[in-house]
Every structure is written in C-alpha cells, then in structure tokens.
C-alpha cells in the first residue's frame, strides 16, 4: 500500500490564482480530512468527509472547497489563492468512524502565496 | 466552541528525565483523545490514543492519562531520549471531527 499520497509535494502560487491539491489513499478508509499547519497555530481542520458523496466544513473553511467523488480521492481546491493561505497541507484519512480511529497524515504541500 | 488547549508551547528536560504535556478539551460528549508526534519536516504521527472508558493507558516509556470530570488528559514520557524531541499534538474528538491542540515542541537536553 502506498497509504495517503498528496501532490504536489511544493507550489508556488501568485494572489488570485486557483488550484487544486491532491490527495489519494488505497487503505479503503472512509474518512478524510484536509488540516493547514502554521507556525504556533498547530494543526487546523479545513473540510473533512465521513464517506464518498459526503463533506463538511471544520474550523477553517473559508477560501477552500472539496469534493468526495470517490472514496479514495479528496481533492481541496483553492479558488483565488490570498498570501493568508500560505501554509503546510496536510490530507488524512481513517478506517471507520474516523474522528475514533487513527488517522493517517500524507507527507504534507508546502505551498507559497506570493 | 470547539477547543482543545494544550501547554506548554515548549519544553526543555534533561535527558533521562519525565516530561509530561497538558491538554483541555471543552465538549464533554468527547470520546477519543490521540497524541500525534511530529520530527522535523515529517508529517504527524499518532504514539497512543485514549478511549473515554479508561482512565490511563501506557505503552513502554509512554503514556496517557483521562480525567472525563475535569475534561483534560496528559502525556507522560519517562526516562526520555534524544529521538524524543519533536513536536507533540494532542486531539480531541469533538462531533464528528478530530480538533488538534497547537502543539508543544520538546527539547531533549544531553
């Protein structure tokens, strides 16, 4: 198994432009969450999802969305990138209930808002 | 709302010696409690996790204890070793979602 995959592994974007962070997992896990880690602010909850078809929002969701279209892949889409958004991603994923399992850290986008 | 406090932010200890990390958690329906530790440039990994039905649990130089009355839970790392610095994050489940707290960084002094 490869586990949680995420790409790209770096960006650089320019304010206003838009894209799309990959994330994929071949462990059948129900449950993925996108988390955004800065310095001092530990690691913060953007969207999850308990299942295929189904998303929420977590503590910061504002200026990202998501899509579960399949159970294995859960992409997190940037609209209009704002230097506020400059952060490391983190993708995760669980077995089962998810928020009572472990979860699973992919190795983390590095990405830079310019 | 949804909180999870944890302090301290650093900690320094001699090598050999316990270090022990806080946490809070503000919503009592709360039932899972990991400990995710995190080296440099590496992504997050869970060490232990406590369930809401026990109050401690210890997995060798490791471990977690539960207070559900208080609502706060502890890591316990004794007779600590240089690899034992890192970041440390706590979590809380909190509805349907896992809440970090915002991480204490642990210097292990030789």
């Known amino acids: 198994n490869a586990g949680v995959t995420q790409t790209p592994k770096f960006q650089v974007l320019k304010t206003g432009q838009s894209m799309t962070l990959q994330c994929a997992q071949d462990?059948?896990?129900?449950?993925m969450s996108w988390y955004r880690q800065d310095p001092g602010m530990g690691l913060r909850l953007i969207h999850y999802?308990?299942?295929?078809?189904?998303?929420d929002q977590g503590e910061v969701p504002n200026g990202y969305n998501v899509s579960r279209s399949t159970t294995e892949d859960f992409p997190l889409r940037l609209l209009s990138a704002a230097p506020s958004q400059t952060s490391v991603y983190f993708c995760?994923?669980?077995?089962?209930?998810?928020?009572?399992?472990?979860?699973?850290f992919g190795p983390g986008t590095r990405l830079t808002v310019l | 709302g949804e909180n999870v406090e944890q302090h301290p932010s650093t900690l320094s200890v001699q090598e050999g010696d316990s270090a022990v990390i806080k946490c809070t958690y503000s919503?009592?329906?709360?039932?899972?409690f990991p400990w995710y530790k995190q080296e440099l440039g590496k992504r997050p990994q869970l060490i232990i996790d406590?369930?809401?039905?026990?109050g401690e649990k210890k997995d060798q130089r490791i471990a977690v204890t539960l207070n559900k009355t208080a609502k706060h839970f502890s890591l316990h790392i004794t007779e600590t070793q240089p690899e034992d610095s890192a970041v440390y994050f706590c979590?809380?489940?909190?509805?349907?979602?896992?809440?970090f707290g915002k991480g204490t960084r642990l210097h292990i002094l030789p």
């Open positions: 919503d009592s329906a709360s039932n899972y």
């Open positions: 999802s308990v299942g295929a078809g189904i998303t």
């Open positions: 995760a994923s669980s077995y089962g209930d998810g928020n009572t399992d472990t979860q699973y």
């Open positions: 979590a809380a489940s909190i509805g349907d979602k896992i809440i």
């Open positions: 462990m059948n896990h129900e449950y």
């Open positions: 406590i369930r809401s039905n026990v």
